[in-house]
């Protein structure tokens, strides 16, 4: 009997895969002890830069327990871009999970990213002038082409920003920073849902404080496209954002920056603070956005004068009827006081100074477009013109009066356009001019883009200066209601010592000027009678105003059928004269002189030229 056969061994399946699954595990540490090998001696870092363009990124130390979970310490990572500009971010210290696998697929992907500590900069450059910020892509354009490395960065966490920067501005004080980050170099740059905390931090510009934040949020959107050789725009892909901050201004010079074409004043003081609400789309400020801000007096040097007012700035943005969106500012002060120069005790005050300002809204970054401005000051309080005396010489003394000042102005800076005054108009003016009594209205309208100041001189060219009811009072002749217009074509008033120079042209209502000028000096001769009776009379000439008086030379003077040129002076309260008058055919030479006047009836013309030195047409 043969013995049975033995029974078969029981099925293993998992016999057959035990060394496939051995040399698999081993396989993984292998890759595992290469892949942090590679982590701890930078020649991952080393990999990536060679296979990813326009890109740097490393660390210092690099540390992996767990696959995929890595630690890395001193981690940054620097992105150029092809038409200028690039950016670059710096982490101290970051937890993050990276997808192993990913790498196989040209991906530098993480699951999650914890940071602690970190410095982001940005240098942007702005697209030519002819490309404009936003050009429209063609169609199709918005395909990206296949391949290319890829990094992206999920559910990012940071903590302790010490700084961000963009361009020539630093914001410190970012507490806490959420998103997203996904970049394919070359071809676009994206933050996804990004979400930041401001705590106590600073803004500057050009490394000057302009601004202590107090706190703040925001968030933003941006999706920006490679454009070939032009590079990227990462203002024009900034597609949505929004930032709210409370702060406060060291000085009300900080807000200079807002209108950078004030930046040549020198404010001192103003001390404030300033909320703000801004809404970005594709890289403008866009309606909804909203400042307001407050301060104490400041004090601003105006030439030899101080003004000290307390400010407050609104601006916002808002939608046309056609659809564009502009910006609007005011910024008021008030009430204004101005002081100093030659009138100890003397001040103009005004309840409002106010400053408009519309613009188309701006880009990010940069200088505001389209700008329309206008400025307007109240009327400012009396001021007694008693004071004019002390930087008059003797011939012309103010008796009695009141001063109020008035400004306005508007411009386009752009295109030059625009105009501004400053308005001066008295009441109750009385005066005494070589012992003739003045008494009327005087109005004096400054052209404020040609007014400027300096420690010695104020220029007061365009100035145009009209007398309104003006009466003029002799010992020897009775008043003469006359109006007259001066305008000044050049006019410079100078502060140390007190004087003012300028040319002059105008009109007189009739020739009761001179009739006074020539009945104060003594009898008013018969033949000159035409005088009394000349209307519509045109003048020019020059003047210089000083301590000892008053001098005008190259006088013209020209009505139907009278003309006058010569020269005057007033020194000392005495007036003298040398004139060539000419009624009709007949020409006079008159010298006025203290106490009497002279006819030249011989060869008067001669006598001019020889007296004067002027050469007759």
Known sequence: ?????????????????????????????????????????????????????????????????????????????????????????????????????????????????????????????????????????????????????????????????????????????????????????????????????????ELFLMEDAIARVERGEASARLEARYRGTEGIDLIAGLTGGRLQVSATVPAVSSLQHLVPRFEGLSPEGGAGRVEVDLHVKDGRLAPGTVIRGQGEPFTLPVGPLRLHAPWNLFADVHTREDGEDRLGLKFTMGPVRMEGGKAPGQTLETPEVRLLMGAKSPRLGEALPDVHMSLSAARSNPVELRMLNGWLGPSFQVESGQAFVRASSRANPEDGGGEGHLNVDTQGFRARWSGARITGRLLLDVDAHKLAFNQERVTLHGSRMLLRGVAVHTEKDSERDWDGTLVFPEATLGLSPASFRGRFTGSFSNAAPLVALLTQQGAFPHFFSPLLRAENLQISGGVTLGKDGAVFDTLRARAEGLEVRGQARSVNGATSALLLVKLGILSVGVEVVPGDTNIHLVLPERWYTRRTGETLP
């Open 1 to 201: 009997m043969h013995p049975a056969p033995p029974s078969p061994l029981p099925h293993r399946p998992w016999a057959r895969w035990r060394r496939p699954l051995f040399w698999g595990v081993v396989a993984l540490l292998v890759l595992e002890l290469v892949y942090i090998a590679m982590l701890a001696t930078g020649g991952l870092a080393w990999l990536l830069n060679r296979l990813i363009p326009d890109t740097r990124l490393g660390w210092s130390k690099a540390t992996s327990v767990v696959p995929g979970r890595i630690h890395l310490e001193n981690f940054f990572l620097h992105n150029f871009a092809q038409g200028g500009g690039d950016w670059r971010i710096e982490l101290d210290r970051a937890e993050v999970n990276v997808s192993l696998h990913a790498l196989f697929l040209q991906r530098f992907e993480t699951e999650s990213l914890e940071v602690h500590g970190i410095q982001a900069r940005i240098h942007s450059v702005s697209p030519a002038p002819e490309q404009g910020p936003a050009r429209p892509q063609a169609e199709g354009a918005e395909k990206e082409e296949p391949g290319g490395w890829r990094i992206r960065l999920r559910e990012v966490r940071v903590h302790d920003v010490h700084a961000f920067i963009w361009n020539q501005v630093r914001l410190t004080g970012l507490q806490e920073v959420q998103g997203g980050l996904d970049v394919q170099p070359g071809k676009h740059i994206a933050l996804e849902d990004i979400r930041l905390r401001l705590g106590p931090g």
